[in-house]
């Protein structure tokens, strides 16, 4: 299990949960990054400086970083003032200065990750400025990905504005790992930016790489709304060329209804159910929530121990 090489594409926090328990054990792992947030600090980053999304690359450094946990606390760090700072992350703007310095946020995160004593390599999935615009449901085009999050309508599918240019390396990881991985995270702004360039389709269809998702345990209000694991299954797929999901994970945890009520009355996010009769792939049901503070997550660990499990048969 040793030279078992993964990719993890995604973005936002569930790739984080992911990454932090894959770092426990023994794989060569390449964390994939969609790089079209435009919200918050980061969205004010790429308007004055013209950068990538470094957001969700911040947070994916800290999950596979083995320094100390006052580093990760230093990184994340978020400014509250009533100046130019206020909502800043440090390390958003290490990321900004690094990929300024050095002409590229590829070779910017190679730096900080000298510091960070990263378990395994973060790459940008491009190192364009990219735009994510979605087509909803009643044909009106939303332009970033923040807008597309905030919007009340559905969404029908999603584009980049400017098709990007593809990350060499990513494409050369891909090639070369025996699993790609699509981690749990908001499915149409974070996992399938991934999937829209056509160079990384190839890369996998090309690989010998075992193709796995993690499914999400909750919906996402204007993306997912009343999805069953299987139509995730199916929308990741369609997005996919030849070759398909071969493997999904999905919990088999219960959670209590007090829970599920606070989440679909405070956020409109309803518990995704695994239709085992419509999933046609091999399924891995296991018990893999982590509740605390009832803020449902998946067990990091437990998830890491399912994948080596998967892998080494």
Request: include cysteine.
């Amino acid at each position: 299990m040793n030279d078992k090489k993964i990719v993890v594409l995604g973005g936002g926090t569930g790739q984080s949960v992911l990454l932090s328990g894959l770092k426990r054990f023994p794989f060569d792992i390449t964390a994939v990054v969609s790089v079209c947030d435009d919200g918050k600090s980061t969205g004010k980053l790429r308007r004055e400086f013209n950068v990538p999304a470094m957001g969700d690359i911040r947070r994916v450094l800290i999950a596979m970083s083995e320094t100390e946990d006052v580093i990760g606390e230093l990184v994340n760090y978020r400014f509250k003032t009533d100046g130019d700072f206020d909502g800043h992350t440090v390390g958003n703007i290490i990321l900004t200065a690094l990929t300024d310095i050095f002409g590229s946020m590829s070779v910017g995160i190679k730096q900080i990750t000298k510091i960070l004593n990263l378990k395994g390599s973060v790459l940008p999935l491009t190192d364009d400025n990219v735009t994510l615009m979605g087509e909803m449901e009643d044909g009106s085009i939303v332009e970033g990905e923040h807008n597309i999050t905030l919007s009340d309508k559905k969404i029908k599918k999603v584009y980049y504005k400017k098709a990007p240019k593809c990350n060499k390396e990513v494409i050369k990881k891909i090639k070369d790992s025996d699993a790609v991985i699509l981690s749990m995270g908001s499915i149409y702004t974070s996992i399938i930016p991934n999937l829209l360039c056509k160079e990384v389709i190839k890369a996998i269809d090309e690989s010998n790489a075992r193709v796995i998702y993690v499914c999400n345990i909750m919906s996402q209000p204007g993306e997912t709304d009343g999805f069953m694991a299987s139509d995730h299954i199916n929308l990741l797929n369609s997005y996919l060329g030849n070759k398909k999901i071969d493997t999904v994970i999905t919990n088999s945890e219960k959670i209590s209804k007090k829970i599920q009520k606070k989440y679909e009355t405070l956020e409109q996010k309803d518990l995704v159910m695994v239709d085992d009769e419509n999933i046609k792939i091999q399924n891995i049901k296991r018990p893999l929530v982590k509740i605390e503070d009832e803020i449902i997550r998946h067990d990091s660990v437990k998830l890491g121990l399912e994948i080596a499990n998967i892998l080494m048969k």
